[in-house]
Every structure is written in C-alpha cells, then in structure tokens.
C-alpha cells in the first residue's frame, strides 16, 4: 500500500521559535533536527522541495523515493497519487504565472486565492480533509503563513518594525507556532484513522531576521534610503525539520 505523503511548510518559521513551541501534534511526529534552508525567500525553497531536495544538513539527499531535478507531483501523479498545493501565500500565483502554470496544471488541487484574512490554518485544514477522504494515496502540500508577517497567534497579528523589541516578536512567532499546532489535531486525527501509512514531514522554507536594526527575510525589500533590509545571518536559514510518522 502506498503512502500519503504530508508535507506542512511553516512560511518564515525560525528553528529557535519552533524549538521552544509547545507543539505537541508535529513534535510528535518523530525527532526535532535543526536545517538550512536553500534560500532566505520562498520562491527559491519551495522550488527546491517540489524537486525533491532536502534542506541542507540533514544527510537524507531527498526528500522522497523519486528521481531529483523532477517535478514531484508530475511524477507523483504517473504513480497513482492525487496531489493538492494549498497556502493563502501571495507569491503562488506570481509564480504560477510566471512559471507558464506550474501549480495549477501540475496538482489534482490547487487552492490559494480562495483563502482570506488574518489566518487561514483552519480552512486550509478543512480542505485538506476533504482532499484526503476523496483521495488515496495523497500528496498534500501546505505552506501556512501565520508564522510569516503580519503574525497570527490566535488573538491578534503582529507587524514587526523598528521600535519594537526583537523578543516581543521571537514569542509572538513561538505562540504563532503553537496556534498552528493546535488547529493541525483535526487534520492528525484523520491521518491516525485512515488506513494507509502516513508520512508527515514539517519544515520552514526559510528563517526571518527580528531585529534590532535588520527586519524580514526578502534580500529584495528597501529601506527609505534604498538599502536592502537584510543582511547576511544564519537566522535567515536556520530552519526547524521533523519527518516521521502520525502517533
């Protein structure tokens, strides 16, 4: 029987953020690893996942038992896999466009424009239900942007500037990643229920800068005086990783 393959992008999500989380569904999923991601933006590193690259550090060489440099729900699909692509994530369709389609003409389902407001989790985890219960064997993408800005905790989003203080933000994303844990239980529930074996891989598809003088991750944004806004830190690519198994 083949697997379902889940692969749950936290966009933005720093390793020391997810580190300290109280993330009990995907720290259950197997063993915390610290990575580095391909690039400090999401194009590049969403990319690099769907052509079955691994982050850097982690000794795997790829991330799933098919052919690198290929396009993975291309060849998902000519193994018998239904596969779906779902964020509320701006740059998709940019890049969908861009790249003659990509996403939509490569996924069974592909969802981005549909989702709105401040968080999106739940509703992207409700399709995801959907998806699975129509379809199997399945490969779920799902890049969740609570952990990117303006953060999601739950209560209220956060805008990181320059007057605030670098930790008020680092625990705002942890309690981003915590929000994001608790409303993955539907989604884990079903995955514990279904009859074919899952695999859960959960990562980040880069890190973020937090202050206190250098905010964001994008190498292309400006300050007023028309310098970049990043500079070079391991933050920008440290990175959380755990593959394994719904317990």
Partial sequence: MKP??????????RYDTFEEAEAPNMKGIGELKMAHSFACFTPASILGYLMNFSPIGLDMGRLYPYRKWEWLPSEMEKDGYSTAFLTSNAVIPM????????????????EVLKYEGPTTVEAIVADSIEFLEGNQPA???????ETHTPMFDGEKTKIPYLIQRPSSVHAFQ?????????????????LRERDN?????ITSDHGEL????????????????NRSMIEYSESLFKIPFIKGRVK
């Fill in 210 to 225: 937090l202050g206190p003088l250098r905010w964001g991750h994008n190498p292309s944004d400006l300050t007023i005086f």
């Fill in 139 to 145: 490969f779920l993408f799902l890049l969740l942007m």
């Fill in 4 to 13: 379902d393959y889940v692969f749950i992008c936290l966009d933005s999500c």
């Fill in 174 to 190: 942890r309690r981003a990643v915590e929000f994001i844990d608790e409303k993955l239980d539907p989604l884990f529930a079903l």
């Fill in 197 to 201: 074996p899952s695999q859960v891989i």
């Fill in 95 to 110: 890049m969908d466009i861009s790249l003659n389609g990509i996403f939509t003409n490569s996924f069974t389902l592909h």
